[in-house]
C-alpha cells in the first residue's frame, strides 16, 4: 500500500522537507530526535499571492474597511509566531534554537536599514539561501557522497549497546558536571523512544570520545577495545568526519560536539589540537550571537542552554590561553553575557537513570564558579603578562582581595573544608580549588622568582603546597584519572614551583619540596591514562633541568648506579623502560640504563650535597615557552628524557 503523504508537518520538519508524524504525537519524532522545539505553522494556503495578480503585488494595499477580514492582507507580512518570521520584524519575536538566522553586530550598516524603530541583531536567512533548499546540484550531489561515505567508513556505526552506556555513564559521572553544555533530560528521553537513532551521530561520537577518556579501568576492560588510545582515536576521528562532512545542521550540537573535541590533545606539530576545535567553536557561537545575551532573542530554556555553552567555551579558552600564552579567542570588551547563576544550571525535570545520573546540588554551583575563576583568570593575565603591562603591587593587592572575597562567598556543597559525602564531591571540590590556588600562583609568580624585601614570594609557595595535598587527596581516592584537561597545566605548574624550590633550600625542606615535586609527577602520570600528556612540554621542562637536581629528583641515575627515587615511585634500576610511541604511549620493554650498577631497585635519594651552589633558576616567562639553555645539542640530557619515558 503507497505511503500516504502528510497532511499537516511541523516548521522543523517542513523545512528539512522529511515526512512528519506530527499530526500521531506532538512532539513529533524527528524534532525528539534533533532536540530541537517542535511547533505547527500556519498554513499560507490561500493567503499568498497568485501569479496573475502579480501586477497587483505592485500596487498599493487598499486601506482595509470596516468590513474587511481581521487575516493578513497578500501584502502584509505574516506576523504570526508559529511561521517562520518576516526579515523586518518586532523586536520581541523569538526564534527557536535552530532556525536559520545570521546575527549582525550594530557596526554592520545593515542594521540601520532594516527596521531602525525596532533595532535587532538577529534576522533570519531567506528560503533559498537554506542548506536544504540549495539550488547548486554539484553541492547536492557532494553532500549524498560524503553522506555514503561516511557510512561506509563507519562513522555511523556505534560499539554495543551496553559499552555505549559504560561510557556515556563516564560522561555523564565526571564530564557533564564540570561542562553542562547538553541537556541531559532531553538526550535521557531521545534514547528512551528512539534508542541511539534519537541521538545527533556527531553528539553521540563526540560523547563517546569523552567517555571513553574518563572511565575507569574497569569499565574500559569491560568493552571490546584492548587499547584506550586506538578507542579514543576511533570516536574522535569517526566524529572529526562527520563534521568535515558538513553531515549535521543543528549550530548547537556542532557546538557541544566542538567543545569535546577541544580535549584532544595534540602535539606543538598537530594542527587539530585544543586552540583549532575552541576556535571554531567560538566562531560559530558568535556567528550566532551567544556573545551578545542582551539581544540574543531566543525563548529562556534555550536562553540558559546557549549562555552555559558560551561560558563552558570561555572558560576553557582562558585556561588553554594562559597555559600556553597565547591570546584568549574570547575578549570580555566584546560580550555582554552575565555571569552564570545555578538557575541557569538547573534541569526542568528531574532524572535518576543509572546510565544518565541525577543532578545534585554542587552540580548547579560548580560550573557557575569556575565561571567566575575564569574571568579572575583573564584579569590576572591581562595585569601581569601582557607585554604592555607593568605588574604593581597595588594591582597585586586588589586581584588578591578579589581571590579572597572569592573564596569568602564559595557555598557551602563547595568549600574544601566541608564533609566530603561521595567521590564526585571530593572531586569537583578539588578541581575547583587546585584552579583557585593556580591563580595565586600566576599572580605571585614573578616574585616568587625574583623575591625582594618588599614582596611575598612565600604566597606562590604556600598555593603550590595547598595545591599538592588537593592533588594528593585525589589520588588517594583515584580520583585524578577523571579530571578534565586543564588539571595538566595545574600540575605541571605546581611541579615547576616545587623544583625551584627544591633548588633552593636544604635540609628538611629540600626533602618535603622532593616529596612535593614526585607527587606532581604522580599526578600527570595518572592523567596520562585519560589524555594524551603533552609529552614535549614535559620534554622541554627535564631537558632545563640541571644534573644535580635531576639526579635528587629520581630523574636521572647517581654516580653509583641508584637512580635516587624513593620507594613507592616505581623506577628504580633495571625496571621496565617504556618507548613513547607517536601517540604518547608506553609501551614497555626490558632494558637497563646506562651506568645502573645493580638490579636490586631504587635507593632513597638524600640531601647529601645539598649546599653545593645551584645554576641560577630559570625565569620563564610563561609557563610552556621557556627554554632555559642556550645551545639546544649541548644541553640535551638523555638521561632526563629517558625518565620521562620510563615514567610517563
Known amino acids: 500500500m503507497p505511503l500516504r503523504r502528510a497532511k499537516q508537518a511541523c516548521v522543523h520538519c517542513h523545512r528539512r522537507r522529511i515526512r512528519c508524524d506530527v ?9 525528539v530526535a534533533q532536540e530541537v522545539a517542535c511547533e505547527l505553522g500556519v498554513s499560507r494556503r490561500g493567503k499568498y499571492p497568485r501569479r496573475k495578480a502579480k501586477s497587483q503585488q505592485i500596487a498599493p494595499a487598499p486601506a482595509p474597511g470596516p468590513g474587511s477580514a481581521s487575516g493578513p492582507s497578500p501584502q502584509e507580512p ?11 520584524q518586532p523586536h520581541h519575536d523569538r526564534h527557536k534554537i535552530t532556525d536559520p538566522t545570521v546575527f549582525l553586530g550594530e557596526s554592520s550598516p545593515l542594521t540601520t536599514v532594516m527596521d531602525p524603530r525596532h533595532p535587532r541583531l538577529h534576522y533570519p536567512l531567506p528560503p533559498r539561501l537554506l542548506p536544504a533548499s540549495t539550488r547548486d546540484e554539484a553541492v547536492r550531489l557532494h553532500q549524498v557522497q560524503q553522506a555514503a561515505h561516511l557510512e561506509s567508513n563507519g562513522a555511523l556505526s556505534f560499539p554495543p549497546e551496553a559499552t555505549v552506556n559504560a561510557l556515556l555513564k563516564a560522561y555523564f559521572t565526571w564530564f557533564h558536571p564540570c561542562f553542562p553544555i547538553v541537556d541531559r533530560v532531553a538526550i535521557c528521553r531521545a534514547k528512551a523512544q528512539t534508542g541511539l537513532n534519537g541521538i545527533p551521530p556527531l553528539l553521540l561520537q563526540a560523547m563517546l570520545f569523552i567517555g571513553v577518556s574518563l572511565c575507569d579501568d574497569e569499565t574500559f576492560a569491560r568493552t571490546e577495545f584492548p587499547v584506550r588510545y586506538r578507542a579514543k582515536f576511533l570516536f574522535y576521528s569517526r566524529a572529526r568526519a562527520i563534521y568535515d562532512a558538513d553531515a549535521e545542521a543543528n549550530p548547537i550540537v556542532k557546538l557541544q560536539a566542538l567543545f569535546m573535541l577541544s580535549s584532544w590533545r595534540g602535539g606543538p606539530g598537530e594542527e587539530r589540537d585544543v586552540r583549532f576545535w575552541l576556535s571554531i567553536a567560538v566562531s560559530l557561537a558568535q556567528k550566532r550571537g551567544m556573545h551578545m545575551m542582551s539581544k540574543f532573542a531566543h525563548p529562556p530554556k534555550e536562553r540558559r542552554l546557549c549562555k552555559r555553552i558560551w561560558w563552558a567555551l570561555y572558560t576553557r579558552d582562558q585556561q588553554s590561553a594562559a597555559a600556553l600564552g ?10 555582554d553575557v552575565a555571569m552564570l547563576e545555578p538557575d541557569d544550571v538547573l534541569e526542568d525535570e528531574s532524572v535518576d537513570d543509572d546510565v544518565f545520573g541525577h543532578q545534585r546540588p554542587q552540580d548547579l554551583v560548580y560550573p557557575v564558579e569556575m565561571a567566575k575563576l575564569a574571568r579572575l583568570l583573564r584579569t590576572v593575565v591581562s595585569t601581569q603578562y601582557l607585554h604592555h603591562q607593568k605588574p604593581d603591587l597595588a594591582t597585586r593587592n586588589t586581584l588578591n582581595e578579589q581571590l579572597c572575597l572569592w573564596e569568602s562567598e564559595l557555598p557551602v556543597e563547595l568549600r574544601w573544608g566541608s564533609v566530603f559525602i561521595d567521590p564526585v564531591s571530593l572531586f569537583l ?4 580549588h587546585m584552579t583557585y590556588q593556580n591563580l595565586y600562583i600566576l599572580l605571585y609568580r614573578r616574585v616568587f622568582l625574583n623575591p625582594t624585601p618588599h614582596d611575598d614570594g612565600q604566597i606562590a609557595l604556600d598555593a603550590a603546597t595547598k595545591s599538592t595535598r588537593i592533588m594528593e587527596d585525589l589520588l588517594s581516592a583515584h580520583l585524578i584519572q577523571h579530571a578534565p584537561t586543564h588539571l595538566i597545566t595545574h600540575s605541571f605548574t605546581t611541579l615547576c614551583i616545587h623544583t625551584i624550590h627544591h633548588r633552593r633550600s636544604s635540609g628538611t625542606t629540600r626533602t618535603l619540596a622532593e616529596h612535593r615535586a614526585r607527587l606532581c609527577l604522580l599526578s600527570l602520570e595518572e592523567l596520562q591514562k585519560s589524555w594524551d600528556l603533552e609529552n614535549w612540554v614535559l620534554h622541554l621542562f627535564f631537558k632545563g633541568l640541571d644534573d644535580r637536581t635531576a639526579e635528587v629528583l629520581g630523574l636521572t641515575q647517581g654516580e653509583h648506579g641508584g637512580t635516587g627515587v624513593g620507594d613507592g615511585v616505581g623506577v628504580g634500576g633495571g625496571a621496565a623502560v617504556g618507548s613513547v610511541s607517536q601517540h604518547g604511549l608506553v609501551q614497555g620493554h626490558d632494558t637497563t640504563l646506562p651506568g645502573t650498577g645493580d638490579n636490586d631497585g631504587p635507593t632513597t635519594g638524600s640531601s647529601a650535597g645539598a649546599e653545593t651552589l645551584m645554576p641560577p633558576v630559570p625565569q620563564p616567562d610563561d609557563w610552556y615557552g621557556w627554554v632555559p639553555w642556550e645551545d639546544e645539542a649541548d644541553a640535551l640530557n638523555l638521561q632526563n628524557l629517558e625518565f620521562l619515558y620510563r615514567f610517563l
Open 78 to 88: 505574516d506576523m504570526s509566531p508559529d511561521t517562520n518570521p518576516n526579515p523586518i
Open 23 to 31: 499530526l500521531q504525537q506532538h512532539p513529533c519524532s524527528n524534532c
Open 429 to 432: 571540590k578539588g578541581l575547583l
Open 326 to 335: 597565547l591570546p584568549p579567542r574570547i575578549r570580555d570588551e566584546d560580550g
